[in-house]
């Protein structure tokens, strides 16, 4: 079933190779290393490996609800919000935009088109 909503899409390129999902009020402190997936993970905030910008821009979604597609899963776990939206950001934060999730604790699935440095990432959240 898809039931998804496409509620943010940033296409750029991303000088640290690193796209995040978080919490806006999110203090959390990532692991030191990405694991094998390109991952690094918090309750409330989560990492992923993508293009550098030297191979050009790479696209990072934010859906609501779950997406049908054949990309591959990478991370699957809880993700919670407390004030119901998420920014994605640029890894030093100097460039991020917002989208409303819902509050409170989500399924947060993350898609993308390669394992390694992939050109689209889909952060889906749903229903825990």
């Known amino acids: 079933m898809d039931n998804a ?9 991303w000088p640290w190779g690193l796209a995040i999902v978080s919490d806006p009020s999110s203090r959390s402190v990532f692991p030191a290393n990405l694991d094998e997936h ?3 993970a918090t309750i409330d ?5 993508i293009q550098h910008e030297v191979d050009g821009e790479a696209v990072a979604e934010v859906w609501v609800g779950e997406k049908v597609t054949d990309l591959l899963c990478i991370y699957d776990d809880e993700f919670v919000t407390s004030d119901g939206a998420v ?4 890894a030093d934060g100097s460039r991020h935009a917002s989208a409303v999730v819902g509050e ?5 699935r993350v898609l993308v088109d390669q394992v390694a440095s992939p ?3 889909l952060f889906e959240f749903s229903a825990p």
């Not at 909503?5 to 390129?13: E, G, I, K, N």
């Not at 905030?45 to 490996?49: E, L, R, S």
């Not at 409170?104 to 947060?108: E, P």
């Open 5 to 13: 909503q496409l509620v943010l899409s940033f296409t750029r390129a």
């Open 38 to 40: 390109g991952v690094a």
């Open 45 to 49: 905030a989560v990492a992923i490996g």
């Open 87 to 90: 920014i994605l950001t640029v």
């Open 104 to 108: 409170g604790a989500h399924r947060l």
């Open 119 to 121: 050109g689209l990432i």
